[in-house]
T-cell receptor, first 116, second 113 residues
């Protein structure tokens, strides 16, 4: 177990709706990265948050947005859901300061989103 | 830009046989390389990492990988497969620091009794 927790585990939405996914980072980690894993594919980087600021973004449209809170937990928000947004959403936390574990990303179990 | 190619979307081995999962990378700067394993309905678990120290890296569960710069490869091996090794394996590359991981498409490992 990595100590990274995500909620909810499963979610079903309809096209056009909005969704919020949550991630609690591992204790001591100040960075959260979000990835989208479509069925049969490897994870793709959405964006990263470091000390409450967006710190890099992948090739995802603006309707994918996020937040990081002072306790380093994070949210991923997706507006105007499309069928292709159906995927497993993974959160990874890491630390820029933790010795041997520095900059290693530890993943949560993910949230499986189905868009109908 | 970085990229990862995993040769073979599905590998099947007999229990007790050698496991070899192939990964080739492309990176314009010295890479950091990782292998993650994903069991059904679970997230990714780090198996091992290469971060510019020893080229032969030992990980958990008896897995190891060797960084070969001349071949731009980072293949994952295990001498003797166990039924519990059946899972999806992902190779990933980054340029170090807290930079994003770029993943391959994954290789599903099946272990036959």
């Amino acid at each position: 177990e990595t100590g990274v927790t995500q909620s909810p585990t499963h979610l079903i939405k309809t096209r056009g709706q909005q969704v919020t996914l949550r991630c609690s980072s591992q204790s001591g980690h100040n960075t959260v990265s979000w990835y989208q894993q479509a069925l049969g594919q490897g994870p793709q980087f959405i964006f990263q948050y470091y000390r409450e600021e967006e710190n890099g973004r992948g090739n995802f449209p603006p309707r994918f947005s996020g937040l990081q809170f002072p306790n380093y937990s994070s949210e991923l928000n997706v507006n105007a859901l499309e069928l292709d947004d159906s995927a497993l959403y993974l959160c990874a936390s890491s630390s820029s300061t933790s010795g041997g574990a520095k900059n290693i990303q530890y993943f949560g179990a993910g949230t499986r989103l189905s868009v109908l | 830009a970085q990229s990862v190619t995993q040769l073979g979307s599905h590998v099947s081995v007999s229990e007790g046989a050698l496991v070899l999962l192939r990964c080739n990378y492309s990176s314009s700067v010295p890479p950091y390389l990782f292998w993650y394993v994903q069991y059904p309905n679970q997230g990714l678990q780090l198996l091992l990492k290469y971060t510019s120290a020893a080229t032969l890296v030992k990980g958990i569960n008896g897995f190891e990988a060797e960084f070969k710069k001349s071949e731009t490869s980072f293949h994952l091996t295990k001498p003797s497969a166990h039924m519990s090794d059946a899972a999806e394996y992902f190779c990933a590359v980054s340029v170090g620091g807290n930079t994003p991981l770029v993943f391959g498409k994954g290789t599903r490992l099946s272990v036959i009794a």
